[in-house]
């Protein structure tokens, strides 16, 4: 009887244990390769700085991998996989192709992380580290990137097309979108201000500019010029996601909404009388705030559904899987 209790005990232990070590696994943390890649930030940032000097947009379309990264299936680089003849992966979605950019730049900054500290980076943490560096290169707020996630062996393209919020969705339907990631409204409008940097393809705002009412009249003569109506002529031709300040991280953005000079449908829905109204009036007086929610949007993003511990894998090259 007592040995058979030490027994129950010593299994009860070993539980506990196996318990604590997943969930410390688990754990995101700031200091995760302080000790494995002490020179991580310096390397990504290096690259990042070098590849913004020389296509200012590139920030924002770094920022926008992470986004679109995140939002399926959770923050495992994912997005990165090249298709193949026998793996789809999520590059040729519909929210993706002909769209999301920035892959040579991110094998650049792999490249120099392996030489750094060869197999210890995965992939999808060095796209967290290049959307905080891309942020502050163009003049936004600075944050400690929660780090430790692997990364993922599949991806999903129908859940790309199902989870990345396209711009024709209202506002009930972006916080429900938001939501269904475990993101806040105040998530939601705060992460939006990553708009305040880029560029949109026409095919994207063809609609707004020419059927929609809360618009700005001269603003969408304005879009017109260089977006004809004609669906398949101009698609690609591009606009600034903020006709103020397009290549500089700052509130602008929400100042463009009030005055109904929101790009796409999606950014004009947060202020057009509904529960946003009030956050974005906010924003466009309180650049602090705006910051402070930012940062906070991103770092619950960063925490979507992340692989650790012994799931997934540390990838060599960001397109392939090991």
Known sequence: MASSSSSMVLMLVAYVLVVTIRSSNAQLTTNFYSKSCPNLDSTVKSVVQSAIKKEA?????????????????????????????????EKNAIPNKGSIRGFEVIDQIKSAVEKACPNVVSCADILAVTARDSVVTLGGPTWNVKLGRRDATKASQSAANNNIPPPTLNLSALISSFKNQGLSTTDMVALSGAHTIGQARCTSFRTRIYNESNINASFAKTRQANCPRTNNTGDNNLAPLDLQTPTSFDNKYY????????????DQQLFSGGSTNALVQTYTTNPTRFNADFVTAMINMGDIKPLTGSNGQIRKNCRKTN
């Open 255 to 266: 100042n463009n909404l009030v005055n109904q000079k929101g790009l796409l449908h999606s």
């Open 57 to 89: 947009r590139m920030g924002a379309s770094l920022l926008r991998l992470f986004f679109h990264d995140c939002f399926v299936n959770g923050c495992d680089g994912s997005i990165l996989l090249d298709d193949t003849s026998s793996f789809t992966g």
